[in-house]
Each structure stands twice: as C-alpha cells, then as structure tokens.
Nanobody, 119 residues
Framework: QVQLVESGGGLVQAGGSLRLSCAAS????????MAWFRQVPGKERDFVAR????????SYADSVKGRFTISSDNRKSTVYLQMNSLKPEDTGVYYC????????????WGQGTQVTVSS
C-alpha cells in the first residue's frame, strides 16, 4: 500500500523559506514521477514541481522557477521541496503526489501540509 506523508509546512513571513518533506513508502518508485501540487480554497490543485525518481530530471511551474527546488533522497525514500523567497501567493495546502511516468494523471496523494505566507 503506497503512502505519501508530507511534513514541514507552517507560517512564514514573505521572503522567508520553508522545506517540505514527503516520505514515500509501500513500493519501489523507480519509473515514477514524484510531484508537489498546491491548492487554495475554491480552486483546483495546481502543479508546482516534479522529479523523475529514476533520472532526477525536474520540472517546475513558471510561478516558482528560480525560487523552489525539488529534490529526492532515494535512500530515505523522501522527496523535498525547498521553497525560498516565499510570497503571499504561495499560500496553500501542498500535496505530494506520485504516478508512473507512463500515466497521465497522478494516482497517489498525500494528506497535504499547510503553508501560510504572511505579507
């Protein structure tokens, strides 16, 4: 049974930094994309960043390029999202997600962690 457990959210002032963690378990994630999404009330979940578990290749939403970095520690089976120069518009619930690279939609999701950036 796949489990994704996020941690590291909190309240931070604009310009500050946070690091989110996603502990993944239940299977090998070789051949998977691991991703972070963000959701605010009343809106759909938006893609933030993803990493190819096998190759380390990364992709980012334009709104976070140059500020956020996604990485993985395969030995710890953990994915990280380092968030720098945070803005109030980065506020939301951040979800970790996983899917095989051949799938269109993400089919594994964590419970989410709240990030609030104050101005």
């Amino acid at each position: 049974q796949v489990q994704l457990v996020e941690s590291g959210g909190g309240l931070v002032q604009a310009g500050g930094s946070l690091r989110l963690s996603c502990a993944a378990s239940g299977r090998s994630f070789s051949g998977y994309y691991m991703a972070w999404f963000r959701q605010v009330p009343g809106k759909e979940r938006d893609f933030v960043a993803r990493i190819n578990w096998s190759t380390g290749g990364t992709s980012y939403a334009d709104s976070v390029k140059g500020r956020f970095t996604i990485s993985s520690d395969n030995r710890k089976s953990t994915v990280y999202l380092q968030m720098n120069s945070l803005k109030p518009e980065d506020t939301g619930v951040y979800y970790c997600a996983a899917k095989m690279t051949t799938r269109v939609q993400y089919n594994y999701w964590g419970q989410g962690t709240q990030v609030t950036v104050s101005s």
